[in-house]
């Protein structure tokens, strides 16, 4: 069964250092969503790819988070520098959405941030 | 507030009672989805629906949106050990327009005593 893959699934990381996620969607899924779940909380969309391409980017904070998806595959996340409040689950998923509609989406299974 | 607002925020039943939890939105739902998720992990996709008054199921766990769709409920019958974590409804309120931007509740966490 395909799955949505993410790594590493913990990140131990020191304030003001740098911290980068990876992720692989299923193959041939064209969007992909990266979300931020706070402890206690529902995830919350960062940044969303159709293709190579950014479709949303309105909540994630653009001086520290950076995003890109160069191939239109995988995707990486980056934080620089990292604080304590992005302490958090980071998420990834993926659907076959190739424009607006209803899709089902997938989700990885995390990749869990502790900034100390 | 919350534009998904979940009930109840947490749930403790016996193993094989009933139990129904529900998600309701201030907008029109044009896509729902339940997922489930173990403390820790990624989230499960369970089912997604999309007409209001479309009913679907996945074993014991029985999801509707009902026909204004602005409220689903999930519905599990004689629940298990199996069925604890925490359930979250998820929404496009975009009007169909996003390429599948979800805004979630805050999640219900269910325990299920043996």
């Known amino acids: 069964e395909a799955e949505v893959a993410q790594s590493p699934r913990y990140k131990i990381t020191e304030k003001s250092q740098a911290v980068a996620f990876w992720c692989d969607p299923i193959s041939g899924h064209a969007t992909l969503y990266w979300y931020r779940q706070i402890l206690g909380q529902g995830p919350e969309l960062l940044v969303q790819?159709?293709?190579?391409?950014?479709?949303?980017d309105s909540q994630l904070p653009k001086d520290r988070f950076s995003a890109e998806r160069l191939k239109g595959v995988d995707s990486t996340l980056k934080i620089q520098p990292a604080e304590l409040g992005d302490s958090a689950m980071y998420l990834c998923?993926?659907?076959?959405?190739?424009?607006?509609?209803?899709?089902?989406?997938?989700f990885g299974p995390g990749t869990r941030l502790t900034v100390t | 507030s919350q534009e998904l607002e979940q009930s109840p925020q947490s749930l403790i039943v016996q193993e094989g009672k009933n139990l129904t939890i529900n998600c309701t939105s201030s907008k029109t739902l044009y896509g729902l989805y339940w997922y489930k998720q173990k403390y820790g992990e990624g989230l499960i996709f369970l089912m997604m629906?999309?007409?209001?008054?479309e009913e679907k199921s996945h074993e014991k766990i029985t999801a509707k949106l009902d026909e204004k769709k602005q409220q689903s409920s999930l519905h599990i019958t004689a629940s298990q050990p199996s069925h604890a974590g925490i359930y979250l409804c998820?929404?496009?309120?975009?009007?169909?327009?996003?390429?599948?931007?979800?805004?979630f509740g805050q999640g219900t966490i269910l325990t299920v005593h043996p």
């Open positions: 629906l999309q007409k209001g008054g």
């Open positions: 998820g929404a496009d309120l975009s009007g169909g327009t996003s390429y599948g931007k979800l805004t």
């Open positions: 790819f159709q293709d190579e391409s950014v479709v949303d």
């Open positions: 998923a993926s659907s076959p959405a190739n424009g607006p509609g209803i899709y089902e989406q997938y």
